[in-house]
């Protein structure tokens, strides 16, 4: 992970906010890579040198978010539920998960989709249920770009303010900890209360 890091550091200088919305589109597909590692260090590298501007971390990474969450849905409407039941398995979307983000998505319906974009887990599958049940696309669209926006700036701001603290600048692993805890309950408490309660099997 250090070595990731490291390299993404490093080639933000040259990537910028290409490099930005392309690894938020991947990571709004169903490979794992995390946007709370990649819009908050991009954020930190803007503040810092000034060689970018964090408005537009932002609107990168919500672009990003918008063609991963594109890609889903398309590919979910065209290939239709039996399929994706079927072969979901292979990229790391299991029938269990399809089911539940079904129930979750009729559950809440079209503001899901805004607030799948501030959850874990969720946040790669609902383009999933969505595409399969053929969803309004321009309603998908504007909700996945409100969620993607609120959430590409709340890992922005917190890039800068964690990237701003003299103790973590020097390196305080307690102070790091600290910070990562922080994160951890927010998202678990949300998870918890938005999703995992309603995903489960009736």
Known sequence: MKELITWYQGALDSGGYWLVGILMAIESTVLPVPSELIIPFAA?????????????????????????????????????????????????????????????????????????????????????????????????????LLGSAVWCSVLAWLGVTVGSDPKVLSGDLHRITLWVAAVLVVLAAMYYFLVHRYMKKS
Do not use: C, N
């Open 44 to 144: 930190e590298r803007a503040h810092s040198t000034g060689k970018f501007s964090l408005v537009g971390i932002v609107i990168a990474g919500t672009i990003g978010s918008w063609i991963g969450a594109t890609i889903m849905y398309w590919v979910s409407r065209w290939a239709g539920r039996p399929l994706a039941l079927r072969y979901g398995r292979y990229v790391l979307v299991p029938e269990e998960k399809i089911h539940a983000a079904e129930r979750w998505a009729q559950r809440f319906g079209s503001v899901g989709v805004f607030i799948a974009r501030l959850l874990p887990v969720v946040r790669h599958l609902i383009g999933i249920p969505m595409g399969i049940v053929k969803m309004d696309f321009r309603l998908y669209s504007l909700f996945t």
